[in-house]
């Protein structure tokens, strides 16, 4: 991933570039250095793989990734339309490398990469899913501003009026995997319709029902038990947007509520709405192992 940082140079055999070396102005290799060099040599020459040194710098762009905020391709567009600035100044050149000192600002917020930090959020009714509304309506982040020190991020969106499960993290790794179509991030809701859900359409929901973007289907799709005959269970793989009110209103229903009762494995239990936890060390490790 890291590019080495070029090694001092070599010491020369021919008596054209002795004479370099050995003017006054040239400078001395020492020892030491001779000892780095050839041992570095004799590495490469054995097909070793090449060292990574550390850079007090590193491009912008990976800057954005690592800070869990989109994909190495996706900040260069980011960069390119002049929503980030480094030190107060909007930067739009691709290859600018963020020192240890700068400051970097996307969207009107602070980018820090330290600790890992993952948490877990039991979103209530009303909040927005962005980092800052111009129109001052309520924001997920206002709701974990204290979790830690370090910039969060939201996985995924969550529409205003639909609550319950949401994962904050500046682990970029962790939240391309959790995005991502292949990984399949596992949510289970629990619905509320206007009406009572008849079985042949429950059955629908599994079978496949066409939307506007394609065909999709859920992976189960139960009623509740012990509830009322418009509450139903409903789990899906899918990232797409608003998927699930499109499903049902497909098939002639409007959802009243929608609550996201589990996550990539992670529940609700013991996680009043409006507050978060963080991660256990167990559970961060079940996400990173999971396929």
Known sequence: MRTPKKTGAAPKTNSSRTKTATSKDAPKVNARDKRKYIDYKIKVKKGDPLPSFRE???????????????????????????????NGVIVTEMGYKVKPTDVVQYDGQTITTGTKRYVLLN????????????????????????????????????????????????????????????????KIYHIETNKAMSREDLEKMTRGVDLEDGRFRAEEASFVEGGRSNEIGVEIKSGK???????????????????????????????????YRHLTEQEIAFLKMSK
């Open 56 to 86: 007090d710098a590193i491009r912008l762009n990976k800057f954005l990734s690592n800070a869990g905020i989109c994909s190495r391709r996706e900040a260069d567009v980011l960069i390119n339309t002049g929503v980030v600035s480094i």
């Open 241 to 275: 947007n608003q998927v699930v009110r499109r499903l049902l209103e497909a098939l002639g229903y409007e959802v009243v509520k929608l609550d996201r009762v589990m996550y990539a494995g992670l529940t609700k239990k013991d996680l009043p709405r409006g507050y």
């Open 123 to 186: 979103k209530p009714k009303g909040y927005i899913t962005t980092l800052d509304d111009p129109r001052g309506r309520k924001t997920v982040m206002t709701l974990v501003s204290k979790a830690c020190r370090e910039q969060i991020f939201p996985v995924g969106r969550m529409e205003r009026d639909t609550t319950g499960l949401m994962l904050f993290t500046n682990d970029g790794d962790m939240m391309k995997k959790l995005l991502h179509p292949r990984y399949h991030a596992r």
